[in-house]
């Protein structure tokens, strides 16, 4: 029998054992990790608490994030970092940098991996090595003469929109940012799957979207939601495989409606990948058995979120704009008159092309209430960026919203100038200065089409109704949160009136 003195000092000797060895691993990780404490040394940012960094100043969560960017900034106005747990993230807003960052590296780190079992395969998110074979595969569905050739698609989702608000004149609307999404999803539907937009129930695709979008946020800014362990029996994730597989089968019986000519049906010679819009193409790929079914389902699950809603959101924006500056509606209103007199009839793409006072307007909406506020880059070497090193292993903040607002190359940044996109104004910035839909191979795929759609949808719009107010007095009054895109924390509300012929 073990004497109480025994087995209290195997007790402490295991307990020793269990000390050294945990001291031995943090001393292990730390040594493989020295180069990235080194480089981190010298580059500026807030302070950090052991283990936990900064995690503090994110608190808020999604709501808290812009104004913890904007405060980031402010202090640190060119490069910094910020320790986020155990995690280094590295930021700059030096055109020149971000010119390197994003041509050289393509791959978007671990920060995806959260959303790994969802969409891992999707262009948004893949690593390089798929990402280059898919983008190859896709890339012919983007091409400019299929896009061009969406106008009359564009025109008729936009009049339907527009006619929506033909009743509510003179009053404050609720939030149209719902009925801007269903406009370009329905658009959606017919120009990347020629399918008829009743296909899906739009409100209740719409709240699902809404809702994974929440979810996926949650766990981002909740630390122990990142290990898999506490994820895996969080209640978030069960909801989220819930709405996804109802994403999933709205997109299932796209499919499956669409009536795609087999391989054998397709003429050789001709061209076609040229011709087919994005879903029919990938529909066809797979029966040619070089993409597998489950992928081309959450490509296009993938596709209809991003492209749908980043227009959305820049649309919604410029309406609040619209209703805050009404010198500006003047001049579109004279540039819509100068192309279409007092005619209704459609837009043409000529039409289109010559509405550059307008397209102005969307650019710099674009500058001062981005989308897609920054993206993420993960180095996968030291890069050498004037007296800073970003290390191998930092994960890489684009701070696409912060680059819009550096007073060198935009002054008086927070003021609403659509001159700053004359063609003498823009020639006169470094490359980078602005980068909505980012830079390099790795750029927003759909950038043609949102701009397309985005023109036609508010021209209509415009040439019906002026905008009078809108629910913020300036753009600096405007508080954002970030779900994945960013949007206003008090949603998108103006009032309108009808035109007189
Ligand atoms: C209209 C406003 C839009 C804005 C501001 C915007 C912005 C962006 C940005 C910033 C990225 C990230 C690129 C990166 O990581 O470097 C992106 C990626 C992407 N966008 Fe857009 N986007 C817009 C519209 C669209 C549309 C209309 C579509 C499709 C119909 C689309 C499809 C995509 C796809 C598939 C990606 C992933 C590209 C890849 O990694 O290869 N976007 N977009």
Redesign the pocket.
């Known amino acids: 029998m073990e004497t109480f003195e025994s087995l209290f000092y195997n007790n402490v000797k295991l307990f020793a054992l269990i000390l050294v060895l945990f001291s031995a691993g943090v001393l292990i990780y730390n040594w493989r990790r020295r180069w990235l404490y080194y480089y981190a040394s010298k580059i500026p940012g807030p302070f950090a608490l052991p283990l936990l960094g900064s995690f503090h100043l994110v608190s808020e969560g999604p709501h808290g994030v812009h104004k913890f960017l904007k405060n980031l900034f402010t202090d640190y106005p060119s490069t910094l970092k910020v320790w986020l747990g155990p995690e280094l993230y590295v930021s700059t807003t030096e055109p020149e940098y971000l010119k390197l960052l ?1 041509t050289r590296f393509l791959d ?1 780190g671990n920060f995806y991996h959260l959303m790994t079992g969802y969409f891992q395969r ?5 690593p390089v090595k798929l ?1 280059k074979k ?2 190859k595969n ?1 890339n012919p569905t ?1 091409n400019i003469t299929l896009i061009n050739s969406f106008v009359d698609i564009f025109s008729k989702h936009a009049k339907v929109f527009t006619e929506k608000f033909k009743d509510g004149c003179g009053k404050e609307t609720d939030d149209i940012y719902p009925s801007v999404w269903e406009c ?1 999803l329905d658009a ?1 539907c017919e ?2 799957a020629d399918v008829s937009p009743s296909i899906i129930k739009t409100q209740q695709y719409l709240s699902g979207v809404f809702r994974i979008e929440e979810i996926l946020m949650k766990r981002f800014f909740h630390p122990l939601l990142h290990f898999d362990i506490f994820w895996n029996l969080s209640p978030l994730k069960k909801e989220l495989n819930k709405l996804w597989k109802q994403n999933c089968s709205c997109m299932q019986k796209m499919i499956d409606l669409m009536e795609v000519p087999k391989t054998t049906q397709d003429n050789d010679n001709e061209d076609v990948s040229t011709k087919k819009r ?1 879903l029919t193409h990938l529909i066809d790929l797979n029966h040619k058995q070089e993409v597998p079914h489950d992928y081309v389902l959450e490509e296009s699950q ?2 209809f979120f ?3 809603e ?2 959305a ?2 649309l919604s924006s410029t309406l609040l704009v619209l209703g805050m500056y009404p010198d500006l509606q003047k001049k579109i209103d004279e540039e819509l008159y100068s192309i279409f007199g007092d005619s209704d009839r459609d837009p043409s793409l000529e039409d289109v092309n010559q509405m550059q006072y307008l397209e102005r307007v969307i650019k710099e909406t ?1 500058r001062l209430l ?3 506020p920054f ?3 993960s180095v996968d070497e030291n890069v050498h960026l004037g007296p800073y090193v970003f290390p191998k292993d930092a994960r890489v903040i ?1 701070p ?1 919203a912060m680059v819009h607002r550096r007073p060198e190359f935009w002054p008086d940044p927070e003021k609403f100038d659509p001159d700053r996109f004359l063609p003498e104004e823009a020639e006169k910035r470094p490359v980078c200065s602005y ?6 191979v ?6 043609k ?3 397309l ?2 023109k036609i949808i508010l021209s209509t719009f415009l040439r019906s109704y002026r905008i009078k107010s809108s629910n913020y007095k300036s753009i600096q009054d405007m508080d954002l949160f970030i779900h994945v895109v960013a949007k206003p924390k008090n949603g998108y509300k103006i009032v309108i009136e009808k035109k007189q012929k």
Request: proline share 6%.
């Open positions: 994003l978007k999707a262009l948004a998110a893949a990402w898919n983008r896709i983007f370009t959606g120009t990347l994005f993938i596709m991003v492209g749908t980043t227009s959101v820049v674009m981005p989308p897609i993206v993420m880059r684009i696409i980068i909505p839909f980012s830079y390099g790795r750029n927003c795929i759909g950038y089409y949102g701009l759609s985005m």
